[in-house]
């Protein structure tokens, strides 16, 4: 049949992440640093709260926005970040994915500028394609931190209907600081422009925390994205939210109740009892993501390699400019000849090409091993 699938699918391809983390298949005994998984387990309390659900046959479906009570939850779990929405502001998702496409969907028609950055998320670009957005990127500085200046004028030039921040970052780490909010802020007040704000790594800051969320007189600009993977390690679960004023979330809920009806109601009892029990749980694993930070960042330095001190999620993208080799031929022969598996840059946007992304959310003992390869693989070609 001609024209047999959508004009939009075929114009994107599977997440560069994924294409990495399915070669590693072909290697037995590969180390893999690829995905954005914690290797921690999912807090006893979550776990409790999911069998009880289960024993009391909580699995009808839920209100289309979710149980009243996890929504009051995240009203309450944001306020501690100064972010103010109630609970018809929020609607829980299947995964901080979901809320995404959700986002885009209601708010892009075919050719809409999206605004996306130059390094991130595939995400953020490949759901511009999907909707028939046209996709432009603005720069970020050379420690990834907002880049106002591009921002600013790709907004002067080109008038894009939505803006994508994306802080922590994934797969750069970077953070948003407070004069990058305040003047993000300046830039957008007066501006005809809506910004979704993925922060699916809030509670993975390893400083204060800053975002363009906060800023209550944008509020009805602002759609904010986040979820439950990665905080309570429960990426399987598949439960997120999504923040909008209610005049948005009005066109939001009617995306998500025709893709998903309601997200997973045994999960959601289960981010309800995170919300409630589990919070000790972020500050555990912030703490060892820290160390594990600093261990890989010490360690990338020692090679000689220039990459930043990430202040944010769990990954760090050094620069491999130096070796005159693609991102990914740089991943694919340090898979062959050392087993160690990482994601080129160029999976995450025009900007990526010349890094490489390695996840630290895997053991000190795997990241040691794959250290260990990645350093003898850098020292071989350094010879060469
Ligand atoms: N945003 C970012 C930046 C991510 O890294 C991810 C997952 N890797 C998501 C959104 C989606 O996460 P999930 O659907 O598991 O909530």
Redesign the pocket.
């Known amino acids: 049949m001609e024209n047999m699938f959508s004009k939009n699918v075929e114009s994107i391809e599977i997440s560069g992440i994924r294409k990495f983390f399915n070669k590693v298949a072909n290697h037995p005994g590969a180390i893999s640093l690829t995905l954005?998984e914690p290797d921690f387990k999912i807090p006893k309390e979550i776990k409790e709260a999911m069998k009880k659900a289960i024993d009391e046959d909580k699995t009808t479906y839920t209100p289309n926005a979710g149980i009243l009570q996890l929504r009051q939850g995240i009203s309450d779990y944001l306020l501690k970040n100064s972010i103010r929405y109630n609970e018809n502001e929020i609607c829980v998702t299947v995964?901080?994915?979901?809320a995404?496409l959700c986002a885009y969907k209601a708010l892009l028609n075919e050719g809409d500028k999206v605004l996306v950055p130059a390094i991130g998320?595939p995400?953020y670009e490949s759901c511009g394609k999907l909707v028939g957005a046209e996709v432009l990127t603005y720069k970020l500085k050379e420690d990834f931190s907002l880049d106002i200046d591009s921002v600013r004028e790709i907004i002067n030039q080109e008038h894009p209907k939505v803006l994508i921040v994306?802080f922590p970052s994934?797969p750069t780490g970077a953070i948003m600081t407070e004069k990058d909010r305040d003047e993000l802020h300046a830039l957008l007040k007066d501006e005809d422009i809506l910004i979704i704000s993925?922060e699916?790594?809030s509670a993975i800051c390893f400083e204060e925390y800053y975002s363009i969320s906060q800023c209550e007189d944008i509020k009805e600009k602002v759609i904010l994205?986040s979820?439950f993977?990665k905080m309570f390690s429960m990426?399987g679960i598949?439960v997120?939210y999504i923040c909008a004023t209610e005049n948005i979330m009005n066109s939001i809920i009617k995306v998500h109740q025709y893709n998903v009806s309601c997200a997973p109601s045994i999960g959601q009892y289960g981010a309800l009892a995170g919300l409630k029990d589990s919070l000790y749980h972020c500050e555990l694993i912030k703490e060892q993501f820290e160390s594990r930070k600093e261990y890989v960042y010490q360690r990338l330095k020692s090679m000689g390699l220039r990459v930043e001190l990430p202040k944010g999620a769990f990954y760090i993208f050094p620069s491999i400019n130096k070796f005159n080799l693609s991102s990914e031929e740089f991943c694919e022969k340090l898979l062959e000849s050392k087993k160690v598996a990482i994601v080129p840059g160029s999976a995450f946007g025009v900007g990526g090409e010349g890094y490489i992304r390695i996840s630290y959310c895997y053991s000190m003992e795997s990241l040691k091993i794959a250290l260990d390869g990645l350093e003898e693989f850098i020292k071989e070609l350094s010879k060469k």
């Open positions: 954005g995964g901080g994915s979901e995404l998320y995400a994306s994934n993925d699916i790594y994205v979820g993977s990426t598949r997120g």
